[in-house]
């Protein structure tokens, strides 16, 4: 599971739930499965943040929880997709849709206090 938060207008926070959905078998994973988590723009064209997960043999059964920042662009897109793809095996990946047009942003704040001469 994926939620989102802003953090201010131009950064928002991703907390992201990991839990595998795989028999493990020692003969044919080891005893870690590399794994890439990548959030890209609706359209496919630009990649905010990518991420190299290690999923070792005595975590498998857990629930893992990442927590990453993706700039945001003003105006807002209707969607950021994230993949989780295996570094692997060819096939092995999850893809969730994140709904934007919904977000509500942080007003735009001026500075609280005037600037002093030094």
């Not at 723009?41 to 498998?60: A, C, G, P, T």
């Not at 994230?82 to 942003?105: P, Q």
């Given at each position: 599971?994926?939620?989102?938060?802003?953090i201010?207008?131009?950064?928002?926070?991703?907390m992201?739930k990991?839990?595998?959905?795989?028999?493990?078998?020692d003969?044919?994973?080891?005893?870690v499965?590399p794994?890439w988590?990548?959030?890209e723009d609706n359209?496919?064209?630009?990649?905010?943040?990518s991420e190299?997960?290690?999923?070792?043999?005595k975590?498998k059964?857990?629930t893992?929880t990442?927590?990453?920042?993706?700039?945001?662009f003003?105006?807002?897109?209707?969607?950021?997709v994230?993949?989780?793809?295996?570094?692997?095996?060819?096939?092995?990946e999850?893809?969730?849709?994140?709904?934007?047009k919904?977000?509500t942003?942080?007003?735009?704040?001026p500075?609280?206090?005037?600037?002093?001469?030094?």
């Amino acid at each position: 599971s994926v939620s989102v938060q802003p953090i201010t207008r131009t950064i928002l926070r991703v907390m992201m739930k990991v839990r595998a959905e795989f028999q493990w078998s020692d003969r044919v994973h080891g005893t870690v499965e590399p794994w890439w988590i990548i959030v890209e723009d609706n359209e496919n064209e630009k990649i905010y943040h990518s991420e190299y997960f290690l999923l070792h043999k005595k975590q498998k059964d857990e629930t893992h929880t990442l927590a990453f920042t993706v700039p945001i662009f003003e105006p807002v897109q209707p969607q950021y997709v994230i993949r989780v793809i295996s570094d692997r095996w060819l096939g092995a990946e999850y893809v969730e849709v994140v709904a934007l047009k919904d977000l509500t942003l942080p007003d735009k704040y001026p500075a609280p206090t005037s600037l002093l001469k030094l």
